[in-house]
């Protein structure tokens, strides 16, 4: 009992040395909740809301009544209990319709939003959605459509309709895979699919529309922009200002990406922090040279109100998306610490931005951009507030510049690294060297470039701005397009498993907040996250959930049952794998040109599998020891296991190891996004 009394007085001394810094660890607390509700293979019913409140609510009253050092572990209870809640309500907010069966026929709807898909192929998001023969209840809000017919020119609020595919939010790609239905849930698309007929305008846009003038105001801008600066260049200059991504190629993301450099093209920390540290350093300057105004005012606290001011436009004019709010709230954070006379770049200006965007929106917790946002930033002000503190020799004034970037690239890259690679399972080993010569250019010419046209454009006058903008962005694609080129210039990983990621997360931010020797703890479950991750096995065997694709594993990496079609799922699988091979030379690693291929199972199993009628007529009966794998309905003689078409729609894609077969389903469980049913097809008379 001494023991015991001992151990919580210790305890109690301990949590009270770190008095101070706890704050900073307020959002981990939160994202802990947060990450514990997706993690759920079933969705929580009210009951375990209840006692989430409950038990949040015992600990609130606990810590108040008896405060001290072991009510720092209360209130990370009730933080705790109050993401889980949050993010149960955030995605209760977010039900709406979604099309349960695949539907051919007449689509009709307002244009709301342009982007471009992975096949470089532009894609619009339709609201006031009609479908026909659907009922109102039954369709969805909003749908998105791939347009692979006739060019067609797009305004915002332009009322369109074309005949084209319609079919549910896929699930993952494998069993354990990114669900893209969840993230279709949280930006309510109740459908996608794609067209290859004409784009009709039933009605053209109309100024003034509810939500859609802000949209409008940017896809113009974008068009000026890109009318001045043709090409990718273009395409670029609009990425960066108003957020369109529709003018940039596929070519050059490719090549941004293999550089490392297409963090450049999201509108993030990056481009809003030297925004508004342009805006804030000219206004200073300017009314600093102004002896009148200097002497009677805080000239630094106006700067920030004006720095401010230009993030908000700035972040309107962007679209307002996840990365931008994540953007615009850090900036916010730190320049109304200006204005309150705070230090701006501490963890806990950082802590109180994580805490706003998990309020706001606890699903970007799952997502890589909040992920890599914040590891960066994070990672950034740990380490150059360690180096304040250090007693270390001081640079000569003319290095400074020069090792701040160095050093800022290099932090930042390696706390980001890890997060890419999990979700993108790529390195750029040459994005080091892309980021040092690209991202001061940013600083110095493309962002104060982009702020001169945006004060000359109501003047018709944006040219001036948009003319020096373009130089540094060609800069920047030519270095993006040099790397990607030299040899071994990207690397590949294969995906971690689930827990990977949250040990490595939780190892850093134990060695970044916690203060004391105790936090080089935090490298032990690091060093561990890493192991696990190097002894990551894939599955033998993966089957999308068309049955059209098999892939199996072998000696020279994973064999592909068919050199095209299903050209995402086989991209996706290798990129799994760390393979950085393409479908077509995956396909040449198949074993044989029939459809059958002995793999390792729980004893010796034989796929079987099966492409179209002609391939099913050849089928007729199986054995125990085989697994059919059909991209058709079929009907087999014989105790096998069969995958058709048919039961792979309820089952979603497979994974097939040594310890047997797991369905995608399986994997995903039971939640509010993946609860309908298996998608039947629904022809409608074409228009």
């Known amino acids: 009992m001494n023991g015991l009394k001992r151990g919580l007085i210790w305890g109690d001394m301990v ?37 989430f409140g409950v038990l949040g609510s015992i600990c609130a009253a606990a810590a108040m009544r008896w405060p001290g050092g072991w009510a720092a572990l209360a209130w990370a209870v009730v933080l705790a209990a109050t993401g889980f809640g949050l993010a149960g309500l955030r995605a209760h907010q977010a039900a709406a319709p979604v099309l349960d069966w695949r539907y051919y026929g007449a689509i009709e709807g307002r244009v709301v939003a342009l982007d471009r898909s992975a096949s470089d192929a532009i894609r619009v998001t339709l609201d006031r959605v009609m479908l026909e023969r659907v009922a109102p209840a039954r369709r969805p809000d909003r749908v998105r459509v791939s347009l692979h017919g006739p060019p067609a020119e797009l305004k915002p609020g332009q009322r369109i309709m074309t005949t084209g595919h319609l079919s549910p939010p896929q699930g993952p790609v494998e069993p354990g895979g990114f669900d893209f239905r969840r993230h279709a849930w949280f930006q309510g698309l109740g459908a996608v699919g794609y067209t290859r007929n004409p784009v009709l305008t039933i009605a053209p846009a109309r100024a003034g529309q509810e939500g859609l003038g802000i949209f409008a105001l940017r896809m113009e801008a974008s068009r000026r922009v890109r009318e001045i600066l043709p090409g990718d260049v273009g395409g670029f200059a609009a990425a960066v200002t108003t957020g369109d991504r ?21 509108i993030s920390g990056l481009h809003m922090g030297l925004l508004a540290g342009f805006v804030f350093a000219v206004l200073r300057v300017s009314l600093s040279l102004v002896p009148s105004v200097a002497l009677r005012i805080s000239v630094k606290k106006v700067a920030a109100i004006g720095a401010l001011a230009a993030a908000a436009v700035y972040l309107a004019l962007s679209g307002g998306n996840v990365a931008t709010e994540r953007a615009f709230i850090m900036v916010a954070v730190v320049l109304l610490a200006v204005l309150v006379d705070r230090r701006a770049f501490s963890l806990r200006a950082v802590a109180m931005a994580a805490l706003i965007v998990l309020c706001l929106r606890p699903q970007a917790m799952m997502g890589p951009g909040f992920q890599m946002s914040f590891a960066a930033t994070t990672a950034l002000i740990a380490f150059f507030g360690w180096l304040r503190d250090a007693d270390l020799p001081k640079a000569p004034g003319w290095a400074k510049p020069v090792l701040g970037v160095l050093m800022s690239s290099a932090i930042a890259g390696l706390a980001t690294a890890p997060v890419g690679a999990a979700h993108f399972n790529t390195l750029s080993h040459y994005g080091l060297i892309a980021n040092l010569v690209s991202v001061p250019l940013m600083g110095v010419l493309v962002i104060p470039a982009a702020v001169v046209a945006l004060c000359l454009a109501p003047l018709g006058l944006e040219a001036i701005g948009l003319t020096p903008m373009g130089w540094g962005l060609a800069w920047i694609l030519g270095v993006a397009r040099t790397v990607s080129d030299l040899e071994g210039s990207q690397g590949y990983v294969a995906g971690p498993g689930p827990t990977v990621l949250p040990m490595m997360a ?24 890493f192991a696990i991750w190097s002894q990551a096995q894939r599955p033998d065997v993966l089957v999308a959930d068309t049955g059209g694709l098999v892939g199996v594993m072998t000696n020279e990496g994973r064999a592909l049952s068919k050199p095209r079609g299903a050209g995402f799922v086989a991209q996706n699988w290798l990129e799994n794998d760390g393979d950085g091979a393409d479908q077509g030379n995956a396909a040449l690693r198949w074993p044989g040109a029939a459809g059958k291929v002995r793999v390792m199972t729980a004893g010796t199993a034989e796929i079987i599998h099966v492409i179209g009628k002609t391939g099913a007529a050849q089928v007729s009966s199986c054995t125990e020891s085989q697994v059919v794998i059909a991209s058709v309905p079929l009907r087999l003689d014989g105790p096998c296991d069969v995958f058709d078409s048919k039961r792979l729609l309820r089952t979603g894609s497979l994974a097939i190891t040594d310890k047997g077969i797991t369905t995608a389903r399986q994997a995903a469980g039971q939640r509010l996004w993946n609860t309908r049913a298996a998608p039947k097809i629904q022809y409608a008379k074409a228009q």
């Open 15 to 51: 949590l009270l040395r770190q008095r101070g810094h706890l704050f900073p660890w307020a959002p981990v607390c939160l994202a802990i909740g947060i990450g514990s509700y997706f993690v759920l293979s079933v969705e929580p019913d009210a009951l375990v809301y209840a006692a």
């Open 246 to 266: 529709s003018g940039v190629g596929q070519e050059a993301l490719n090549a941004l990406r293999a550089s490392n450099l297409a963090h450049l093209l999201a």
């Open 506 to 529: 939780l190892g850093m931010l134990w060695l970044m907040l916690w203060q004391g020797r105790a936090r080089l703890a935090g490298v032990l479950p690091v060093v561990a996250a």
